[in-house]
């Protein structure tokens, strides 16, 4: 059976709203009847409340005496806070709003299948998702951020909009028929879509993790695969200890596939130096997406478009072999 929702907000206006057209209409009357030697059926009372209130105002039954006029004033000002200062923001806009929010993707359509389930979008997975669509692989985005949605349905890339440690949200993206679920998110609430994750079914999960501490409690959840970008820079630098003069893709991590993750320190006589990372087209002229960037010491994962790249840093970046060694140019 049909069950209409009203929310409290629009009851509570509705009610002020009638409220003070019921006073109003009293009032009309009082002053009609001692000030203009007028009267008026209720019903022609409350017509002109609402004439005024909402200022459409005919002008067929006006005030001739200066309280009658300044009653006036008050009903039609009155009229403007309520339909300006109430109606618009605590009715029309939250119901504007939760309109919005029914457009987001809740699921993806029920055949699809055999394909693969990302939980939580950023840079560490752009370069996937680019390979991933170019390849034609079937695979979905799950994330909660509203503007990372729209995004996704702007490239139209199949997305679901909600929680990704919810059984339902992953459901809803036909988890029972993919074949990789790749957990993204912080490594509190990887754990949680692992453990949702393997109560639903026995899918191969990839997890990637921030604390290496917590690398085992992610595999006793579930997890098939961690990857910890820490880890990388670590191994990296490493390496350099032992070789400082490498000259090709060592150390390279296999993400996905034929994706891997590699750490490129940046050279004396490297022109990204000194650029930041928006200005430094690296994603347009080699395809590959930094995806950290270790400078001074500190390590930046998921760095913003205006961290600067120094002679000192060291990039972290996914990409296929082909990226990856156009990128390695550049850092030169």
């Given at each position: 059976m049909f069950k209409l929702k009203i929310s409290k907000s629009l009851i509570a206006y509705v009610s002020i709203f009638a409220f003070l057209v019921l006073i109003y209409g009293h009032i009309f009357n009082y002053l009609m009847h001692t000030y203009e030697g007028k009267d008026y059926t209720?019903?022609?009372?409350?017509?002109?409340?609402?004439?005024?209130?909402?200022?459409?105002?005919?002008?067929?039954?006006?005030?001739q005496s200066q309280i009658g006029q300044l009653f006036t004033v008050v009903v039609i000002l009155s009229g403007v806070v309520?339909?300006?200062?109430?109606?618009?923001?605590?009715?029309?806009?939250?119901?504007?709003?939760?309109?919005?929010?029914?457009?987001?993707?809740?699921r993806v359509p029920i055949d699809f299948k055999n394909h693969i389930i990302i939980c939580g979008y950023n840079q560490l997975v752009e370069t996937l998702i680019t390979e991933l669509d170019e390849d034609r692989v079937p695979f979905v985005v799950i994330d909660e951020n509203e503007q990372a949605i729209h995004h996704l349905i702007a490239r139209k890339i199949f997305?679901?909009?909600?929680?990704?440690?919810?059984?339902?949200?992953?459901?809803?993206?036909?988890?029972r028929s993919a074949r990789?679920?790749?957990?993204?998110?912080?490594?509190?609430?990887?754990?949680?879509?692992?453990?949702?994750?393997?109560?639903?079914?026995?899918?191969?999960?990839?997890?990637l993790v921030e604390d290496n501490?917590?690398?085992?409690?992610?595999?006793?959840?579930?997890?098939?695969?961690?990857?910890?970008?820490?880890?990388?820079?670590?191994?990296?630098?490493?390496?350099?200890?032992?070789?400082?003069?490498?000259?090709?893709?060592?150390?390279?991590?296999?993400?996905?596939?034929?994706?891997?993750?590699v750490e490129f320190p940046i050279y004396p006589g490297s022109a990204l130096i000194s650029k930041k990372l928006k200005d430094s087209k690296i994603r347009k002229e080699t395809g590959a997406n930094i995806v950290g960037l270790w400078t001074r010491g500190r390590l930046s994962l998921n760095p913003v478009p205006d961290?600067?790249?120094?002679?000192?840093?060291?990039?972290?970046?996914v990409g296929t072999e082909k990226q990856l060694e156009a990128l390695k140019k550049m850092t030169r």
């Open positions: 209720f019903i022609t009372s409350i017509y002109w409340v609402i004439v005024s209130m909402t200022t459409v105002g005919y002008g067929e039954i006006i005030f309520m339909i300006f200062g109430y109606l618009f923001p605590l009715v029309v806009t939250p119901q504007l709003e939760k309109t919005l929010r029914r457009e987001l993707p809740s997305c679901v909009h909600g929680d990704s440690s919810d059984d339902n949200v992953l459901l809803n993206s036909n988890i990789i679920l790749i957990a993204n998110q912080n490594d509190e609430k990887n754990a949680s879509i692992i453990l949702t994750a393997k109560e639903l079914c026995n899918i191969k999960v990839i997890s501490a917590k690398e085992g409690y992610l595999k006793y959840a579930g997890a098939d695969q961690v990857i910890s970008p820490k880890t990388l820079f670590g191994n990296y630098l490493g390496r350099k200890a032992v070789d400082p003069l490498t000259d090709h893709l060592a150390g390279a991590t296999r993400f996905f596939e034929d994706l891997n993750i961290d600067i790249i120094r002679e000192s840093s060291v990039l972290l970046a």
